[in-house]
């Protein structure tokens, strides 16, 4: 089993058919695997091996499409990681996944290099596009010259294909390490599951360094879609795409949702196309997909996820009527109990923690055993997310559990930042919260308690932070009290925080 057999399997299937368009130009699915497999024959040849990590930072590209594939078709893991983090970030996915080699773009060769430094293993920087520093190496060239890689490694079901970090309470990310299996019987699932057409247009605006992104691009494999891929989230390309392209199903998360809706000449575009649109990676409101329906008379389906389990738990089936609020149901294969705190399963309608089972479930943490066992005790993923079932099989979530901040379908961990604040001098105490925001789901917020004597502004506080997290994971502002409330235990009290400050 090797996730690489969905671009194989969808061309003897289906044929050659228009698999993606990038800015003006289009690829078609033998085009593009045909480069894949020249990519894979350079990475052999530059000392990558089955098992190896290899962290790929690039924004949304036919190259970085192409990476997946070459990746996994050598039996090699591969690591995509946000090119927007910062060095720092960049620089502790490079080293705590022990890679050996990073691939980048030539215009983010000289930030990923100095990343590169902070790294312990990484041996070489290569770039698909050309740079002008002396410590990267451009292989387009050699991509272009390479043979073809004929072969397609047979991995096992629960070998690692996929290395993915994302951000937890506790400071720096996590890496969730899933199997072909997990990939693919995931993916799989979905597609049966929502019933999915073959041979839709669609658009692609989800960042590939998120699994959601990397759901989108497998489901195009899978039902032979055409999509047309954008650099990163805009408004006005995606609207531009649908008019062009007709595309009648995509998927967004609850921001890019409110971005279209405020496009001032979203009428502009001939948006008729649109049939269904999938939201996931936070809390969509209903007022939002009301709202939404009725600007672009189309449906709009919410689903639930996590990185850890690859990454979809529920969907909403697309034949079935709405039910205000509710995740879904469980697709295919995967078993969804609400437990109380104990482990015990919960009747219908009583609030508990959401608990995921099946074939998709992550094998744990990259080196955190610790994190691994708090994830998957009693044989089912934790999720850290309080929800409840109705009595037809519906979910519904209505809290977290974690302290983790999902602003624009991101997670983001208070811990990273407030390690941030803490390096300024004058801060005695910090913490950070996420707050209701119409346009993010969330916003973050810092609250902070200054040393005796010490003085710091806002504006202040929020350029320092700025070195060391990036730019998105800034507070939106600073609420600064004589002293931070506590619990009995004597640690910072954020639930306290988050009612007094919930107005901010």
């Given at each position: 089993m090797?996730?690489?057999?969905?671009?194989?399997?969808?061309?003897?299937?289906?044929?050659?058919?228009?698999?993606?368009?990038?800015?003006?130009?289009?690829?078609?699915?033998?085009?593009?695997?045909?480069?894949?497999?020249?990519?894979?024959?350079?990475?052999?040849?530059?000392?990558?091996?089955?098992g190896?990590?290899?962290?790929?930072?690039?924004?949304?590209?036919?190259?970085?499409?192409?990476?997946?594939?070459?990746?996994?078709?050598?039996?090699?893991?591969?690591?995509?990681?946000?090119?927007?983090?910062?060095?720092r970030?960049?620089g502790?996915?490079?080293?705590?996944?022990?890679?050996?080699?990073?691939?980048t773009?030539?215009?983010l060769?000289?930030?990923?290099?100095?990343?590169a430094?902070?790294?312990t293993?990484?041996e070489?920087?290569?770039?698909?596009?050309?740079?002008?520093?002396?410590?990267?190496?451009?292989?387009?060239?050699?991509?272009?010259?390479?043979?073809?890689?004929?072969?397609?490694m047979?991995?096992?079901?629960?070998?690692?294909?996929?290395?993915?970090?994302?951000?937890?309470?506790?400071g720096?990310?996590?890496?969730?390490?899933?199997?072909?299996?997990?990939?693919?019987?995931?993916?799989?699932?979905?597609?049966?599951?929502?019933?999915?057409?073959?041979?839709?247009?669609?658009?692609?605006?989800?960042?590939?360094?998120?699994?959601?992104?990397?759901?989108?691009?497998?489901?195009?494999?899978?039902l032979?879609?055409?999509?047309?891929?954008?650099p990163?989230?805009?408004?006005?390309?995606?609207?531009?795409g649908?008019?062009?392209?007709?595309a009648d199903?995509?998927?967004?998360?609850?921001?890019?949702?409110?971005?279209?809706?405020?496009?001032?000449?979203?009428?502009?575009?001939?948006?008729?196309?649109?049939?269904?649109?999938?939201?996931?990676?936070?809390?969509?409101?209903n007022e939002?997909?009301?709202?939404?329906?009725?600007?672009?008379?189309?449906k709009?389906?919410?689903?639930?996820?996590?990185?850890?389990?690859?990454?979809t738990?529920?969907?909403h089936?697309?034949?079935?009527?709405?039910?205000?609020?509710?995740?879904?149901?469980?697709?295919?294969?995967?078993?969804?109990?609400?437990?109380?705190?104990?482990?015990?399963?919960?009747?219908?309608?009583?609030?508990?923690?959401?608990?995921?089972?099946g074939?998709?479930?992550?094998?744990?943490?990259?080196?955190?055993?610790?994190?691994?066992?708090?994830?998957l005790r009693?044989?089912?993923?934790?999720?850290g997310?309080v929800?409840?079932?109705?009595?037809?099989?519906?979910?519904?979530?209505?809290?977290?559990?974690?302290?983790?901040?999902?602003?624009?379908?991101?997670?983001?961990?208070?811990?990273?930042?407030?390690?941030?604040?803490?390096?300024?001098p004058a801060?005695?105490?910090?913490?950070?919260?996420?707050?209701?925001?119409?346009?993010?789901?969330?916003?973050?917020v810092?609250?902070?308690?200054?040393?005796?004597?010490?003085?710091?502004?806002?504006?202040?506080?929020?350029?320092?932070?700025?070195?060391?997290?990036?730019?998105?994971?800034?507070?939106k502002?600073?609420?600064?009290?004589?002293?931070?409330?506590?619990?009995p235990?004597?640690?910072?009290?954020?639930?306290?925080i988050?009612?007094?400050?919930?107005?901010?």
């Amino acid at each position: 089993m090797n996730a690489a057999e969905f671009t194989r399997d969808s061309i003897q299937k289906f044929g050659e058919y228009t698999a993606f368009q990038y800015q003006g130009r289009e690829w078609s699915n033998i085009e593009h695997d045909a480069y894949a497999s020249r990519l894979a024959t350079v990475l052999l040849e530059h000392g990558v091996v089955r098992g190896d990590r290899v962290p790929v930072v690039m924004a949304n590209c036919p190259e970085v499409l192409a990476c997946f594939q070459a990746i996994w078709k050598i039996g090699a893991v591969i690591v995509p990681t946000t090119p927007q983090l910062g060095i720092r970030e960049v620089g502790y996915v490079l080293d705590h996944s022990d890679a050996k080699l990073v691939l980048t773009s030539g215009d983010l060769a000289t930030r990923i290099t100095e990343a590169a430094e902070l790294a312990t293993k990484i041996e070489q920087v290569l770039t698909l596009g050309s740079n002008k520093i002396d410590t990267a190496t451009d292989i387009t060239s050699e991509v272009d010259a390479a043979e073809i890689y004929k072969g397609l490694m047979e991995t096992a079901d629960d070998e690692m294909a996929f290395l993915l970090y994302t951000s937890g309470t506790t400071g720096h990310p996590k890496g969730v390490m899933l199997s072909h299996k997990n990939i693919m019987s995931n993916h799989l699932s979905v597609a049966k599951f929502e019933r999915l057409n073959v041979r839709s247009q669609t658009i692609l605006p989800l960042p590939l360094s998120h699994s959601f992104g990397v759901l989108m691009m497998n489901l195009c494999s899978i039902l032979a879609c055409s999509a047309t891929v954008l650099p990163k989230f805009d408004a006005e390309e995606l609207l531009q795409g649908v008019a062009q392209y007709g595309a009648d199903r995509f998927s967004l998360v609850p921001t890019m949702l409110v971005r279209l809706m405020e496009l001032p000449n979203r009428h502009d575009y001939d948006t008729s196309s649109i049939e269904i649109v999938s939201s996931g990676g936070a809390i969509l409101p209903n007022e939002v997909r009301i709202a939404f329906e009725k600007e672009f008379n189309c449906k709009v389906l919410d689903g639930y996820g996590l990185s850890e389990c690859a990454p979809t738990a529920c969907s909403h089936p697309s034949w079935e009527s709405i039910r205000p609020g509710s995740i879904g149901k469980a697709i295919d294969g995967v078993t969804i109990s609400i437990q109380d705190e104990k482990g015990n399963q919960l009747p219908p309608n009583t609030p508990g923690e959401i608990c995921i089972k099946g074939p998709n479930v992550m094998a744990g943490y990259w080196k955190n055993p610790e994190a691994t066992a708090e994830a998957l005790r009693g044989g089912w993923l934790h999720s850290g997310d309080v929800g409840k079932m109705d009595d037809d099989g519906y979910f519904f979530l209505t809290d977290r559990m974690k302290d983790l901040i999902i602003k624009g379908g991101e997670n983001i961990s208070p811990r990273e930042i407030e390690d941030g604040f803490y390096e300024h001098p004058a801060i005695a105490e910090a913490c950070c919260i996420g707050v209701p925001d119409n346009t993010y789901g969330e916003n973050i917020v810092a609250v902070v308690a200054l040393k005796a004597g010490e003085v710091a502004t806002e504006s202040e506080l929020l350029e320092h932070v700025g070195g060391y997290v990036t730019k998105y994971k800034v507070p939106k502002c600073v609420v600064f009290l004589g002293e931070l409330p506590k619990n009995p235990n004597g640690k910072i009290d954020k639930k306290k925080i988050r009612v007094d400050v919930k107005d901010v």
